[in-house]
């Protein structure tokens, strides 16, 4: 069959993408990824086939341009989407998130040339099966346009979903004037250039691969696949001083690949978390860009400065990550078993920072509470307490415990057959 991977120009959302592309390629299907032209060296580098579709999106801008830049009541109110906080069920903070995700960040990230061009590519390619990431809907409509089968990929926890139904459920019992439904009105009008209609599909598609594992799962409606996540973080070499073993406990500290900018930590300033780890007998591997390597010179002797390492070779020798919750450095840290220090950041990062402590792999300060001498004594914690390694050991098995994308395929066949118009 032919399968289109589909998803904005962010690295750190199609990076998750590439294990069950690759097999479904080895499966012998034909696979293509669409996307726009800046991810392009990205996708080839995987060794995938890239379609480059419309202009490059400019969604940051367009955040920027509405106020969007962490602060105001609106913005806060989708900032922190764990479930367990109940006002992430009421009215108010349900309808600024489906009215700030929609203005701010689908509609700039899936710009109308993008559309355009992903429809035009699949009624001249004819796929069998889209699979695109939560928040590239493109990929559903264009799905739609030629009766192929389509269903989501998800990189985290499905809180974009939890928040839709509940969004569904509350408009309801909303008064007439009050039942405006912004993602449904901005892809209807998207529907209507190709002849199509909106329903729900277009959101959630019709299953949903979900790669958490079974204790970070969120037990929405719908059809679910789960599927082991793999590790791939991009093209990567092994340096030589990570061949050899460490001597002592080595802990890494990332911001993953789109979370580097500037000199500080989520607002600490990166010379004070350097002097705060500089006494502790372990190994600390920083990844710092360019930019902040020249803002902090003078790093103490147990700290190894590198531009880049693959996380997926990095952290099988770690005792421990320090980190801002990101999807990608979240889920690595979980298929190499290590005790994780998350500082969450935004959307899903505060719930799964929540349950990683729950289940015991880890402990999450927040943000506005971080410290030097608070960094000091929870990585102290994580290095002494073998409670943390045994808790992280028991998510790394849950995580195993899925079937792997070689083993979904079939699955994927199966449902491909019964959800698309025409067979292949």
């Known amino acids: 069959m032919r399968v289109v991977f589909t998803s904005f120009a962010l690295a750190a959302h199609f990076l998750g993408q590439v294990p069950l592309a690759w097999a479904l390629r080895a499966a012998g299907h034909e696979v293509r990824v669409a996307s726009q032209p800046s991810l392009t060296r990205t996708i080839t580098a995987a060794g995938l086939t890239a379609v480059p579709v419309g202009d490059d999106h400019a969604w940051q801008e367009a955040m920027a341009a509405t106020g969007a830049d962490g602060t105001g009541e609106d913005w806060d109110a989708v ?60 990929g559903a409509i264009a799905a739609e346009a030629v009766g192929a089968a389509h269903a989501r990929l998800l990189w985290g926890a499905d809180l974009f979903l939890d928040q839709r139904q509940a969004f569904l459920r509350e408009l309801e019992h909303r008064p007439a004037a009050q039942r405006r439904d912004p993602a449904a009105d901005w892809l209807g009008g998207l529907l209507d250039r190709y002849g199509l209609v909106f329903d729900e599909r277009m959101l959630r598609g019709m299953w949903t691969v979900d790669q958490m594992p079974s204790g970070i799962r969120l037990p929405l409606d719908g059809h679910t696949v789960p599927m ?12 030589d001083w990570l061949r050899e073993p460490p001597a002592r406990p080595r802990i890494c500290l990332t911001l993953g690949i789109t979370g580097r900018d500037g000199a500080d930590f989520l607002g600490v300033p990166l010379t004070k978390l350097f002097d705060a780890v500089a006494d502790l007998d372990a190994e600390i591997v920083a ?59 935004v959307w899903d990062d505060f719930y799964r920072a929540r349950r990683t402590a729950e289940l015991g792999a880890g402990i999450v300060i927040q943000p506005k509470e971080l410290t030097s001498e608070g ?14 390694s045994d808790g992280a050991e028991r998510l790394r098995r849950d995580m195993e415990a899925d079937p792997a994308p070689s083993s979904v395929v079939p699955l994927l066949e199966k449902l491909t057959l019964e959800n698309q118009e025409s067979g292949w």
């Not at 992430?88 to 061009?117: C, G, I």
């Open 79 to 138: 900032l922190d989407l764990d479930p367990a906080r109940p006002e992430v069920h009421h009215w108010e903070v349900l309808r600024a998130v489906q009215a700030q995700t929609t203005e701010r960040f689908l509609a700039p990230a899936n710009n109308d040339s993008m559309v355009d061009d992903l429809v035009a590519f699949a009624r001249s390619w004819r796929p069998d099966l889209v699979l695109w990431e939560p928040f590239t809907p493109a």
């Open 228 to 239: 082991r996540y793999l590790p791939y973080n991009g093209t990567a070499v092994v340096p």
């Open 287 to 345: 990844t710092l860009d360019a930019t902040q390597r020249e803002q902090v010179p003078n790093l103490p002797d147990n700290v190894r400065a590198v531009e880049f390492v693959p996380l997926h070779a990095l952290l099988p020798t770690c005792s421990a990550i320090v980190h801002h919750g990101g999807a990608g450095t979240w889920s690595t840290a979980c298929a190499s078993g290590v005790p994780q220090l998350i500082f969450p950041s």
């Open 375 to 388: 960094l000091r004594k929870s990585l102290r914690r994580l290095l002494e307490e073998p409670s943390f």
